[in-house]
């Protein structure tokens, strides 16, 4: 529901500024804070495979 929020609000020109995308997103991350307020807690860690490293930098 969210993607498709950000998505029409996007295309519509409202998120032409990266203020207002962080303000729109602080509000969803309130908004779940208080109906599920162990997101809180949520840690999340991104690592690359293999071969992400040629590709991503044209090496």
């Known amino acids: ?3 498709q929020d ?3 609000r996007q ?3 409202e998120l032409d500024t990266e203020a207002k995308r962080k303000e729109l997103f602080e509000a969803y991350a309130e908004e779940l ?3 599920s307020p162990e997101w809180k807690n949520l840690q999340v ?3 690359a495979g293999a071969g992400f490293e040629p590709a991503a930098f044209r090496l």
């Open 1 to 3: 529901m969210v993607d």
């Open 6 to 8: 950000v998505l029409a």
């Open 11 to 13: 295309l519509s020109g």
């Open 33 to 35: 804070l208080k109906v």
């Open 45 to 47: 860690s991104l690592v």
